[in-house]
């Protein structure tokens, strides 16, 4: 593709995250152009396109696939759409950014994955965490042997309060598949060459117990066991009343590193109540420069026909492989095996 030419990009799915990629494309990357808008909901994609100065909205996502003019999507739509539309989009000749979960069962993720494959078409899934400066620092001193040996990794999720959800239109095991997915894939991806071969995990409904006897969790931590010797822990909560938590740390042989502030800044207010910081509050304040360069990256996988950084489609299965083995280490009350 021409470096002048800006890569054509159609975004299917205009709830939030989506609308916050669709912004990005719009507003943020110089080398981008967001041409069209597919979701189902009535009005959905025609609202967002004329916030954003995009001239064409569908409700079909054919429609929009059959573009001949369009490079790439990015697939934002509820995680128990994305294989399929994956396929759809792979099928069409289309590069794809694939928001998390890529799948929810790993014949799913096998297929998706597949089908891109056959298709020679780049595939990037959206594990974030990877992009942004701090956890990406931390990597670099990783790989440079700042640490040492991995023994001790830490990554945890606390998403800020109040929680205002409505538990019961929450899909059951969500805390594993969208929101720890995140930790399990930045664990894998801060133990490089390491292979997970024990989960041991537990959850509850701790934030509203009410729902606890109808199956939701909003509370869990998990133990995994490397074939390294290193041991790692991740944990979530839906309702961290101080703000949007996101940290992680590793702890080796010969030192260690952690990632993340839950303050916006180093700044910090001493007045006649004592000291305060104000903290972050949203995923798409937190991470606006980790959303921004991993779809900056997208575009210059699709300009070169391959994927040549960031987290791919064996990226979302292994994530993917951590998350079923907690759903059954719960299920069970005992540790799961992944050798």
Known sequence: MPKNKPVNVGLIGAGRIGSFHGETVARRLVDAELVAIAD???GAAAA??????VESSYTDVADLLARPDLDAVIIATPARFHTNVLIQAAEAGKAIFCEKPMALTLEDADRAIAAARAAGMPLQVGFNRRWDRAFAEG????????????QLLRSLTRDPGPFGADPAKIPH????????IHDFDTLLWLN?????IEVMAVADALVRPDFREKGFHDTAVVTIRFDNGSIAVAEANFCAMYGYDIR???FGSGGMVTMGDVRRSS???FDKDGTSNDTWRRDTEHFVHGYTAQLASFVRAVRRGEMTEGPGGADARNALSIALACIESVSKKAPVSLR
């Open 40 to 42: 189902p909901a009535p």
């Open 48 to 53: 967002l396109a004329g916030k954003l100065d």
């Open 139 to 150: 990597r670099a001193a990783i790989d440079a042997g700042k640490v040492g040996a991995p």
């Open 173 to 180: 095991w969500t805390i594993f598949y969208e929101t720890l």
């Open 192 to 196: 490089p060459n390491a292979k997970p």
């Open 248 to 250: 992680g740390e590793v």
């Open 267 to 269: 700044m910090t207010l």
